[in-house]
């Protein structure tokens, strides 16, 4: 594979360089995961210096070289291959910080080959360290299948290549820091919301107890009834505040199995029918028979859409009565489900619109603690869905579910019949 160093006399050679070359700059500023942009760059490099192998190993806190990155080799290796200090021509170049070119580095004395049958029959070697400043990061190695000597340019250019590669790791460095940061910060906001949640219905439950002591006090079974209403309500908000970071933090996949969706919604409404009653909420259902049973977690989407609805019902204001509709509809054509929840109430304001589904964000102060949505968002795309909203200020909100039909569509295909 011949070369590819920019020289005057040869401008389509420079014009692929400098192609090459824009596109390592550009990933220096992408978001993309750190693995998939060097697994890029190995991919660039070997092109524009005319090798079959380009590797990048990066340093961990024990302060070996780890292959990171591969291009030419099994991509398995990666994680596998380590190199100690002084082990190998990589170890060499981890402890001199000096650029290693070899034209056979199999007649090397400090030669470790790799565990790869894709690796024999390798001969000219070039290892470079990767600095930031003066931290030393990782090295970067690149191989031909013959006997080559590397001149000065071409040992230049991926010197300058590999400060590319540092650039771009002191600033995933630095991205990190800030996402754990942000996450931290927002754990000490998040922990500070569900706490004054939690306060605020244990607050309820004391009044609830207050009933139920001064009914058993004074033998007035109506007082202890209005005390255990209370108590049954703060109850189902503790559990329901339990079951949605439980259903955000669950890392198990979705136990699919066939389920009838409408029975199941007709099941909730009957549920939660004298919670919305006592909002004065009509809670209406438009079921398409034709959607019948579906593949899904029915515990999840049960979850789900329980928070859809509650939600709904508290979007309506206090003592103004309301309703809530629930639709499902098979999507002839398309392999869905649509499932959408509706309610009549105030509407969403377009500067909260994108946080809605934020973990934490919530439009309730201190009587929501903004997991659910967030978690609802979570089980929909464990299942292969996804989930849209559509408001209007001051007339209403609908949520609208599309979840796939066919087990092939969905992130965790749904089990064989008879498995």
């Not at 790869?116 to 931290?135: F, K, Q, V």
């Amino acid at each position: 594979m011949p070369s590819v160093i920019p020289t005057a006399s040869c401008p389509e050679v420079l014009h692929q360089t400098l192609e090459g070359l824009l596109e390592i700059s550009n990933l220096v500023g992408s978001v993309m995961l750190l693995d998939d942009i060097l697994d890029r760059i190995v991919q660039i490099a070997s092109g524009l210096i005319g090798v079959p192998v380009c590797s990048i190993y990066l340093l961990d806190d024990q302060g070996r070289a780890v292959l990171r990155s591969t291009w030419g080799l099994e991509s398995d290796l990666k994680g596998k291959v380590v190199f100690e200090p002084g082990q190998g021509i990589v170890g060499t170049v981890l402890q001199t910080r000096q650029t290693v070119a070899l034209e056979d580095s199999t007649r090397d004395p400090r030669y470790r080959p790799l565990p790869s049958s894709l690796s024999h029959g390798y001969r000219a070697y070039i290892c470079t360290p990767m600095l930031i400043r003066d931290e030393l990061v990782g090295v970067m190695t690149a191989r031909k299948s013959q006997v080559y000597a590397f001149n000065h340019d071409e040992i230049i250019f991926f010197e300058t290549i590999c400060k590319q590669v540092a650039i771009l790791i002191e600033k995933a460095r630095i991205y990190d820091d800030k996402i754990q940061a942000e996450r931290l910060a927002a754990v000490a906001v998040s922990l500070s919301g569900v706490a004054h949640y939690i306060k605020n219905v244990l607050l309820t439950m004391q009044g609830g107890e207050y009933l139920v002591e001064r009914g058993i006090e004074q033998g007035a079974l109506d007082r202890i009834r209005d005390g255990w209403s209370v108590l049954k309500r703060a109850n189902g908000k503790i559990r329901g505040l339990v079951e949605n970071i439980l259903n955000y933090c669950r890392q198990n996949e979705p136990n699919f199995r066939r389920v009838d969706l409408n029975a199941m919604i007709l099941d909730m409404v009957q549920t939660i029918g004298d919670s919305a009653r006592e909002r004065k909420v009509e809670l209406a259902t438009s079921l398409d028979p034709q959607v019948g049973e579906v593949w899904v977690d029915s515990e999840q989407i049960y979850d789900g859409l329980l928070n859809l609805v509650t939600n709904a019902i508290d979007a309506i204001p206090d003592g103004r009565g309301g309703r809530v509709r629930i639709l499902t509809e098979r999507l002839e054509g398309r392999h869905q489900v649509l499932i959408d929840v509706s309610d009549d109430g105030t509407g969403i304001p377009e500067d909260v619109r994108e946080k809605i589904f934020n973990l934490f964000f919530s439009t309730k102060g201190r009587k929501g603690t903004g997991i659910g949505l967030a978690a609802t968002r979570k089980i929909v795309q464990d299942h292969g869905g996804t989930i849209e909203l559509t408001t209007v200020p001051g007339e209403g909100t609908t949520f609208s579910i599309y979840l796939p039909t066919n087990a092939n569509d969905m992130t965790h295909a749904a089990p064989v019949a008879g498995e």
